[in-house]
């Protein structure tokens, strides 16, 4: 099997992480992988502002900030403080549970003077991601994140990467069935450009992505003109939102829009502690995440140096999403990642070409208005092919373990159960009878470690990278190399990269390497 | 890293399928498999009784016929007329959904005479699955079903294998949580008893699964005992249902025990029309099973013939059940599966002392009665280990896959995350905001067709299984090889099995495979 595959297979990716694509396809590209993350990056102000009450005007500049942060910290991520892996970074739901939290405290205290409460909840969110974000980059930078590689192997990382994508599930059909008919359209789509005609023409190879969700829209088109989609349905286009939008605005790029918190609050403090939940759940899922990307882009598995840079750069990205107040952090998405195994690009470069769209779309308001009617089917049924593509992409680790060892068998069936099973009994948003615990009268530092613990809990990849971890190293019965280890130490290596590097830089400019189709 | 498997492993089964354990010793480990099998059987008639309003006296015969049933549908499996897979038979899920909808359907319709409603309805249901049954003996014993075998390549199975476990994760976890002291106890019982002590002593190899569950029900009695569980809560064992049940009682093997449905009766037509959405996603189900067994079991791919026989005699079961009336049908049970790679013993003999163990047990009415406390967090907690061997023995077939095929990625991710994705949407017993489709205003034929749609839709192997063979026939970009068929149909052979079978039957009575541990 290992043999026949080294005969018939050259991979799948077209353009390598150091590859150059000439700038206006690197561009075109870039916007294709931007669109793959607009849909979750909406929904993330949509939340946190409907749950403080924003105003209309003021949740479009929160929509506008976000995105203008993401583009940032992308390119943080690609500068040297970074580890240079093509991702790209937006917000998390991670930080959802805390962020409700620091809401709820801050409205039980009510506002002094005439500042309306969700200014002073923004201020207080911010204030508590900013101020938090100093012990991502400290633990990032200092290199304590990087030791947590020697605890991996392929057994654990290969359910947990699946799991970053199946635990989505609650987002993928759900979606999709806000409109069945564009649903199945964009799908079916999807499955042809990149399955089909992608074996045809390059144009379908390189954006099957893109002219997918380009088809899902143009549907949703035709049955908003014709009358044939609902104004009530997810997949009707409202076209007031294009001619309200400003042509240019500036505000999103500005710091503490929003005002600086006081930092007397008490209730400030406390939510910085909630937050470090958040930061950790965050930082087990980027560590997961670059893995997965490594291995998508066919690139080597990443260095304890790169994912202590990385981490270091997410943290420098939440302390400027607290100063800009996306009333965020910024972390790894894995929708993009997804979006490499289906557009065979990994290169950079677009990325960087991506990151700069997202400097510039939301300054150009009318152009993020147009974005923002993205239907929200059409997003579902992306994320499916997306979310599916992760999932796979993970599993594709499990090459390298020896599967007919029972305990092999055992620590991964248990570990990827558990990604499923603990967040359906403790995340109330998934389970109609899920019970999360309530730490609330275990005194304040119980109550931490408690919040810390329920975020944790709730995440799907966490519970399985922590259970599979735990078992991985403490059972017996497996060898080294049968674990994977053996073959995946030497890929890990400083020197695999500069081979890798040397390899690409090698390529022409615009040159794309050759797969079979 | 496959020529290092070879040399390092040596497999995990101490007894083989053909594998004869001197009988002392099969009746015990078929007791440990009985034991398995019994959170979920016991569940089924408390879901359908206690949606009859069944009286007290009735449910616990309902429960012991259940059992019985399943017993006499285990040995007719292992006959001539079967698979002869070690597969034990028993309630199934799939047919909850129709059930309900007799149900409804008799209520509405009321009593004539002083028949109790949940009589009727137990006569309606019963008679359903009976007549229904018919399609399944015919469709598997004419090979019909046997041709879905040339559709399959282990692209497809290794996702729906491990979509069987997966698909569970609603009974994990939140089973656990009924009590999750006794919970932790159990699973780290299970996980020592299987990973540690098992390379220690014989003992623990072969009744981890046994001793984890007695482990896990002697703290609940000192709980009990002690006063610190309390009676509210499931992990509470409660000795007066043991007091109150009978010495010996023949009840349960009496057919049509509650009165023969009219055939007059026009609801009963229309169930059995419903019931067939049952028993398609129970077959889908069944055949995904066997794949699954006899790849847990180290045994050869399981042939077209085989399958066939399999689900005749999974319809020949479900007539008997629908005589016998356990208001359910009979199918493969998973948990089983699972169990096989912790205990490592996949022989028949063994199969059938369960299954004898299953026709005395209702019988002997204390006994079922002092298993009948077999407390919830215990089961739960068996559960996640079972479910989760089988997810990861469904992953084992993906060796067989070039996973460096973007294709088969693509194929193999969507498939999965559309069967955790797609059941979420429909099935309100997942999700909060689930939306059934309601075909009930289509025309009766459309209606029918829309349940049996919607019952395929909530099962999520079935639409893992779906999804993956649509788009593996249809789809190009992997030859036959990288899709993993060439292997694949080797060991799928009438010779493979007999060479296998030869193998077996030169075993000694009592000798064990030599693995290495």
Redesign the interface.
């Given at each position: 099997?290992?043999e026949?595959?080294g005969k018939?297979?050259s991979?799948?990716i077209v353009y390598p992480i150091g590859s150059r694509p000439k700038w206006p396809l690197a561009v075109l590209l870039g916007i294709q992988q931007y669109m793959t993350m607009f849909g979750a990056t909406v929904l993330i102000p949509f939340i946190v502002g409907g749950a403080m009450g924003l105003p209309q005007e003021q949740l479009a500049l929160l929509i506008s900030t976000i995105f203008f942060t993401s583009g940032i910290c992308t390119l943080i991520q690609q500068s040297p403080l970074g580890n240079r892996l093509p991702v790209i970074q937006g917000g998390t739901f991670a930080f959802l549970g805390p962020t409700f939290a620091i809401l709820g405290m801050v409205a039980a205290k009510g506002v002094t003077g005439d500042m309306p409460l969700w200014q002073l909840q923004i201020q207080e969110v911010a204030g508590a991601i900013m101020i938090a974000s100093v012990v991502e980059i400290v633990l990032g930078y200092t290199g304590v994140l990087g030791y947590v590689k020697r605890l991996i192997s392929p057994v654990v990382i290969g359910p947990t990467i699946a799991m970053i994508?199946?635990a989505l599930?609650?987002i993928?059909?759900?979606w999709?069935?806000t409109n069945w008919i564009i649903s199945l359209i964009t799908i079916l789509a999807l499955?042809l450009y990149?399955?089909?005609f992608s074996?045809q023409s390059k144009v379908f190879l390189l954006f099957p992505v893109l002219l997918a969700i380009l088809t899902g829209w143009l549907f949703s088109l035709l049955g908003t003109l014709t009358g044939l989609i609902s104004p009530d349905n997810a997949a009707y286009l409202k076209p007031d939102l294009i001619f309200a939008a400003p042509w240019i605005s500036f505000t999103p790029m500005l710091p503490f829009k929003w005002g600086f918190p006081s930092l007397a609050s008490s209730t400030l403090w406390a939510g910085v502690f909630g937050m470090l939940a958040g930061y950790l759940a965050s930082m087990i899922e980027s560590i997961g995440d670059y893995y997965a990307c490594a291995r998508i882009s066919e690139a080597p598995v990443p260095t304890e140096r790169m994912i202590s840079r990385g981490l270091g750069a997410e943290g420098i990205g939440c302390l400027i999403a607290g100063i800009l107040q996306t009333c965020n952090g910024t972390t790894t998405y894995s929708e993009n990642i997804?979006s490499i195994?289906?557009t065979?690009v990994a290169s950079r470069r677009v990325i960087i070409a991506g990151a700069l769209a997202m400097l510039v779309i939301p300054i150009v308001g009318k152009f993020g208005a147009v974005l923002s009617t993205l239907p929200k089917p059409v997003v579902g049924s992306m994320f499916?092919?997306l979310?599916?593509?992760?999932?796979?992409?993970g599993?594709?680790n499990?090459?390298?373990v020896?599967?007919?060892?029972?305990?092999?068998?055992?620590i991964?069936?248990?570990?990827?159960?558990?990604g499923?099973?603990?967040p359906?009994?403790?995340n109330p948003m998934?389970?109609?009878?899920a019970?999360p615990i309530d730490w609330s009268s275990a005194g304040s530092f119980i109550e931490v470690l408690g919040n810390i613990f329920q975020a944790i809990l709730t995440t799907g990849m966490a519970v399985t990278a922590i259970v599979g971890i735990l078992?991985d190293n403490l059972?017996?019965?497996a060898?080294r190399?049968?674990r994977?280890l053996e073959?995946w130490e030497q890929e890990a290596s400083d020197e695999a990269w500069q081979e890798a590097e040397a390899k690409w830089a090698a390529m022409k400019e615009g040159e794309m390497r050759p797969v079979e189709?």
């Open positions: 099997m290992n026949s595959q018939e297979h991979g799948w994508g199946l599930f609650n993928g059909a759900p999709m069935a499955v990149s399955q089909v074996h997804g195994g289906l065979r499916v092919g979310f599916g593509m992760i999932a796979s992409v599993l594709s499990l090459q390298q020896n599967m007919n060892n029972s305990r092999n068998l055992f991964i069936g248990l570990s990827f159960f558990a499923l099973s603990v359906y009994q403790f998934l389970s109609p009878e019970m078992m059972l017996p019965g060898t190399a049968e994977g073959a189709l």
